[in-house]
């Protein structure tokens, strides 16, 4: 999601050190996207946040995570995403997209991924170098008797200030 104070023309670009590729994307992404944004976040008078899935190699972090039991799954997310910095629509489209999808699970391990370990499999570059980024994505498994509890992460926070893209995903094992 990208959120700024003044209006700028961005160009966003993705690139996967060791192999991948885009397989969906809204708006398109082509060879990445020249959006223009506004103070008040809209992308090109049309989106609300830039989309996309895309097939890396599964080169995540497996030793920090939580277990999170399926009665738990919303406040969970609520206040974890909270803890990194993201809040109020972003959480609010986390929730609404993926509720209904870990719903059909009992329990989950969550294994949070966050930006130097997004940017070894899916790096980013913006024209107009913003003041603050903040990736988090989620390795989430089906919990099972037999795997191994993760450690406790530790949760570093972001300063927001002036031109700060915010960006969230879930890989979904």
């Given amino acids: 999601m990208l959120k700024k104070q003044t209006v700028k023309i961005i160009n966003r670009i993705l690139d996967f050190p060791k192999g991948g590729y885009v397989t969906l994307s809204e708006p398109e992404y082509e060879n990445g996207w020249n959006v223009l944004v506004e ?19 599964d080169k995540w972090q497996y030793k920090y995570g939580w277990v999170v039991n399926k009665t738990d799954y919303e406040e969970f997310f609520i206040n974890n995403l ?36 997004i940017e070894k499999l899916i790096s980013l570059s913006i024209t107009n170098t913003p003041d603050s980024i903040k990736r988090l994505f989620y390795v989430v498994v089906e919990y099972s008797i037999q795997t191994e509890i993760p450690q406790t992460p530790i949760v570093n926070s972001i300063n927001r200030a002036g031109f700060t893209v915010m960006e969230w995903g879930v890989i979904f094992k």
């Fill in 39 to 57: 103070t008040n976040g809209l992308i090109d008078n049309k989106y609300d946040f830039l989309f996309y899935e895309c097939k890396v190699p």
């Fill in 82 to 117: 909270e803890s990194y910095g993201f809040h109020g629509q972003e959480i609010e489209d986390f929730i609404n997209y993926w509720m209904p999808i870990f719903s059909n699970y009992e329990d989950l391990i969550v294994y949070p991924q966050v930006d130097s370990e």
